[in-house]
């Protein structure tokens, strides 16, 4: 093609009538200077400056192709969220949580209609779908808030905790007011809230609610300068009534095995009083901690943890890996002596603030899995009367509650549900300090968007709902408490002609099993692999 030609091909248009309007208005605007003329002036000239820049600029190859024209793309590539979210998005469309389970948790929160007409919008018969059994001759409804007590033989202060409860979100990754509002929220209903890794911040402790502390490899606000435990800092924090139980993270569903750094410009002073750190500089949680390296160490560790907190129930949260590492921590509970008060285990469809795609997509066992590996494993090895179980991972509402407790939950955390109540669109801007509602950013300004007295009382209101349908559910069921629930409750449909229950799916250990010698080689195999001694398997 001519050269000349060129600034009239499909790729130039755009730019060449900018190029072509700047004298035009220019000469019209001098013969009669009328505002919008100046205005439509202004703009040519804009854009043929942008024009210019497209073509020398050496970043973007499509806007040296198709100058001016090509800033669509990114216009229309940063609006494609929310045009997908507001306009084609059904019911059951979206993730990590689609419309309908979002609009239930809004719902329940604002204490607005949260039934539906009609019939269920789910394909009954596609393979996946799941449904629980209910009985013939249902029990009254229960009016008792659904409590559970942790702590075993070693605990001299043991917790009654709701089944339903607020999961690890650190300060610094949820704004101040989205802490007040949680924690305001779990005050006034009972219910405990988790820290998350980023410390007991003064935010915490403003309402007053029930507090599980965690301590991750950082070891923030229990660290000494260089990083590692203290002791001494340790049993200062953990001596506040407010903190019920201690937990140490292990590991998170959606970033097992990552560490993390919270970069030095967002280490603000109170962020830096929260987490023992100095202000502006580089917070790093390692991948692996410093006060223990194998299986009998880790559980010295939980026994110290236990006796620096006057006896509170201690315990660990991970998400299961290599499961022989977790057998050699059972191995190491034989051995010491030592049992954990309580475990956490995280599914990797938990959510996270930041975390690279690979960790977020493909590493982790998925909660289920996880749940009933650990479940059983302390079953084999006799100790599942002594240690209690929460589970976490997109716990939303009261089905999900009971499908974790049919297959061995003691009680249920959630993060993004809570979340939920106290504002969060789904907008999976967490990452970008650029939170729309004030919930995950430390942006003073988008912070007042969140009205912690408002919040609280959607986060009490949430959470009381879900335990009355939890209660409405058990109740169809023919049970009195959730914990009756168990795996012949809840049925799968594996193929179009074909359900099994979670009985079938996941079949049990008998008590001692492990112990005693499984012959089933899905255990065998990585009980033999695991030592107490170390976390990498055994030759």
């Known amino acids: 093609?001519?050269?000349?030609?060129?600034?009239?091909?499909?790729?130039?248009?755009?730019?060449?009538?900018?190029?072509?309007?700047?004298?035009?208005?220019?000469?019209?605007?001098?013969?009669?200077?009328?505002?919008?003329?100046?205005?439509?002036?202004?703009?040519?000239?804009?854009?043929?400056?942008?024009?210019?820049?497209?073509?020398?600029?050496?970043?973007?190859?499509?806007?040296?192709?198709?100058?001016?024209?090509?800033?669509?793309?990114?216009?229309?590539?940063?609006?494609?969220?929310?045009?997908?979210?507001?306009?084609?998005?059904?019911?059951?469309?979206?993730?990590?949580?689609?419309?309908?389970?979002?609009?239930?948790?809004?719902?329940?929160?604002?204490?607005?209609?949260?039934?539906?007409?009609?019939g269920t919008t789910y394909d009954v018969y596609s393979i996946g779908y799941e449904w629980m059994a209910h009985s013939i001759a249902p029990?009254?409804?229960?009016?008792?808030?659904?409590?559970?007590?942790?702590?075993?033989?070693?605990?001299?202060?043991?917790?009654?905790?709701?089944?339903?409860?607020?999961?690890?979100?650190?300060?610094?990754a949820l704004s101040a007011n989205a802490i007040r509002a949680l924690n305001g929220g779990a005050r006034r209903g009972g219910f405990a809230h988790d820290t998350g890794e980023g410390g007991f911040s003064p935010y915490h402790r403003e309402n007053g609610g029930d507090i599980i502390w965690e301590i991750g490899s950082g070891y923030f606000g229990a660290r000494n300068p260089d990083g590692t435990f203290s002791p001494e800092k340790f049993a200062e924090v953990a001596a506040s009534d407010q903190i019920k139980m201690v937990e140490l993270k292990l590991s998170q569903g959606a970033k097992p095995g990552h560490g993390g750094v919270l970069p030095a410009p967002k280490v603000s002073p109170e962020i830096a009083l929260t987490r023992g750190v100095p202000v502006g500089q580089d917070c790093i949680s390692p991948s692996q901690?410093?006060?223990?390296?194998?299986?009998?160490?880790?559980?010295?560790?939980?026994?110290?943890?236990?006796?620096?907190?006057?006896?509170?129930?201690?315990?660990?949260?991970?998400?299961?890996?290599?499961?022989?590492?977790?057998?050699?921590?059972?191995?190491?509970?034989?051995?010491?002596?030592?049992?954990?008060d309580f475990i956490v285990v995280d599914g990797k469809e938990g959510g996270t603030g930041a975390a690279p795609m690979e960790f977020i997509d493909h590493i982790g066992k998925p909660m289920r899995q996880g749940l009933y590996f650990v479940h059983n494993a302390l079953i084999g090895i006799g100790a599942r009367d002594r240690i209690k179980l929460g589970v976490a991972g997109k716990i939303i509402t009261a089905f999900d509650i009971v499908r974790a407790m049919a297959l061995g939950a003691d009680w249920c955390n959630s993060a993004r549900g809570f979340m939920f109540a106290v504002g969060?669109?789904?907008?999976?801007?967490?990452?970008?300090?650029?939170?729309?509602?004030?919930?995950?950013?430390?942006?003073?300004?988008?912070?007042?968007?969140?009205?912690?007295?408002?919040?609280?009382?959607?986060?009490?209101?949430?959470?009381?709902?879900?335990?009355?349908?939890?209660?409405?559910?058990?109740?169809?069921?023919?049970?009195?408490?959730?914990?009756?629930?168990?795996?012949?409750?809840?049925?799968?449909?594996?193929?179009?002609?074909?359900?099994?229950?979670?009985?079938?799916?996941?079949?049990?250990?008998?008590?001692?099993?492990?112990?005693?010698?499984?012959?089933?080689?899905?255990?065998?195999?990585?009980?033999?692999?695991?030592?107490?001694?170390?976390?990498?398997?055994?030759?």
């Not at 006060?291 to 129930?313: C, D, N, Q, W």
């Open 1 to 118: 093609m001519p050269p000349l030609l060129l600034p009239f091909t499909p790729r130039f248009i755009t730019f060449t009538l900018c190029i072509l309007a700047v004298p035009v208005f220019g000469i019209a605007w001098i013969a009669d200077p009328h505002p919008v003329l100046a205005i439509c002036f202004i703009v040519a000239a804009f854009l043929t400056a942008v024009g210019i820049h497209d073509l020398n600029q050496t970043g973007h190859s499509i806007l040296r192709n198709y100058p001016v024209a090509a800033h669509l793309r990114f216009i229309f590539e940063e609006i494609r969220p929310e045009m997908r979210q507001y306009f084609f998005e059904g019911d059951k469309d979206g993730m990590p949580f689609p419309r309908d389970r979002r609009a239930v948790v809004y719902q329940r929160a604002k204490k607005t209609l949260d039934v539906r007409p009609f």
């Open 139 to 172: 029990r009254p409804l229960t009016k008792d808030p659904f409590r559970i007590t942790i702590g075993g033989p070693d605990c001299a202060k043991p917790y009654s905790a709701s089944v339903f409860n607020i999961s690890a979100m650190s300060f610094g």
């Open 289 to 340: 901690h410093s006060a223990f390296s194998t299986p009998v160490e880790m559980m010295h560790f939980i026994a110290e943890m236990r006796r620096l907190s006057g006896g509170k129930p201690a315990g660990f949260k991970l998400c299961l890996g290599h499961e022989w590492e977790f057998l050699a921590i059972c191995k190491a509970m034989l051995e010491t002596g030592i049992y954990p």
């Open 424 to 539: 969060c669109i789904q907008s999976q801007s967490c990452h970008t300090d650029r939170c729309p509602v004030g919930v995950a950013t430390q942006n003073p300004s988008r912070q007042k968007a969140l009205v912690v007295p408002d919040k609280t009382e959607r986060v009490y209101n949430f959470h009381r709902a879900t335990l009355h349908e939890l209660a409405e559910l058990t109740a169809a069921a023919g049970l009195d408490h959730p914990q009756e629930f168990k795996p012949i409750h809840i049925s799968r449909r594996v193929a179009p002609a074909e359900v099994l229950t979670y009985a079938d799916i996941y079949p049990s250990l008998s008590d001692g099993e492990l112990v005693a010698g499984s012959g089933n080689p899905r255990w065998r195999i990585p009980w033999d692999m695991a030592d107490p001694h170390s976390f990498r398997a055994t030759a």
